[in-house]
């Protein structure tokens, strides 16, 4: 069974860091896409950042500059360092992940139909 498990989120100042945690297991299959997302009320959950299944990384404008994603292969871990935080990244944060490659589908992988496999979040809060 796919299970993802997000830690490390918290409530922090604006202009604080904090640094995100999803241990995937349950795959079968070496090469995935992997990204972060996250959603707050009344507003569509979005893409936050991604790793796609040939190691491109795709990153949400809104977050350019200020966050980084990584993983630990040895480990199954991906991360999101968030650096320079603001109270609009208050939300609730996601890591998915999906093992159709790369080539052999058209939705950019900031998108949420890319993704078949969701963690159950963790909560992010900046106060002003």
């Known amino acids: 069974q796919v299970q993802l498990v997000e830690s490390g989120g918290g409530s922090v100042q604006a202009g604080g860091s904090l640094r995100l945690s999803c241990t995937i297991a349950?795959?079968?299959?070496?090469?995935?896409?992997m990204g972060w997302f996250r959603q707050v009320i009344g507003k569509e959950r979005e893409g936050v950042a991604a790793i796609d299944s040939d190691s491109s990384i795709s990153y949400a404008d809104s977050v350019k500059g200020r966050f980084t994603i990584s993983q630990d292969n040895a480990k199954n871990i991906l991360y999101l360092q968030m650096n320079d935080l603001k109270p609009e990244d208050t939300a609730i944060y996601y890591c998915?992940?999906?093992?159709?490659?790369?080539?052999?589908?058209?939705?950019?992988?900031?998108?949420?139909?890319?993704?078949?496999?969701w963690g159950q979040g963790t909560e992010v809060t900046v106060s002003s």
């Open positions: 349950g795959f079968t299959y070496n090469t995935i896409t």
């Open positions: 998915a992940v999906d093992r159709t490659p790369k080539k052999l589908t058209s939705i950019h992988p900031l998108h949420i139909r890319r993704y078949f496999y």
